[in-house]
Nanobody
Framework: QVQLVESGGGLVQAGGSLRLSCAAS????????MGWFRQAPGKERNFVAG????????NYADSVKGRFTISRDNAKNTVYLQMNSLKPEDTARYYC????????????????WGQGTQVTVSS
């Protein structure tokens, strides 16, 4: 069964850091582009960052460039999102997702989704 399971969310003060993890089924992980999305209450779900299967290429939303870093460890079937210099506007539920289409920011192109992990940044 295909699964994505996120962890690492929590409450942090502005300026702080968190690292999110997403553990994936091997069947997904070996060939899929992995992305992180986020959704704040009352807002659309938006692309945050993505990484190719090799880990060699990444893309980011402008709002997180320079603060967030996406990476993956294929040996552990895990993708990470290191979030630094967090801001209250980063507060959202963060979702891990997998797609066959590299670099896509369109959530409609993602085949598999995790249940999400909540990140709350206090001011």
């Amino acid at each position: 069964q295909v699964q994505l399971v996120e962890s690492g969310g929590g409450l942090v003060q502005a300026g702080g850091s968190l690292r999110l993890s997403c553990a994936a089924s091997e069947r997904i992980f070996s060939s899929y582009f992995m992305g992180w999305f986020r959704q704040a209450p009352g807002k659309e779900r938006n692309f945050v960052a993505g990484v190719t299967w090799s880990g060699g290429n990444t893309n980011y939303a402008d709002s997180v460039k320079g603060r967030f870093t996406i990476s993956r460890d294929n040996a552990k079937n895990t993708v990470y999102l290191q979030m630094n210099s967090l801001k209250p506007e980063d507060t959202a539920r963060y979702y891990c997702a997998a797609t066959r289409f590299a670099y896509t920011r369109n959530q409609a192109n993602y085949d598999y989704w995790g249940q999400g992990t909540q990140v709350t940044v206090s001011s």
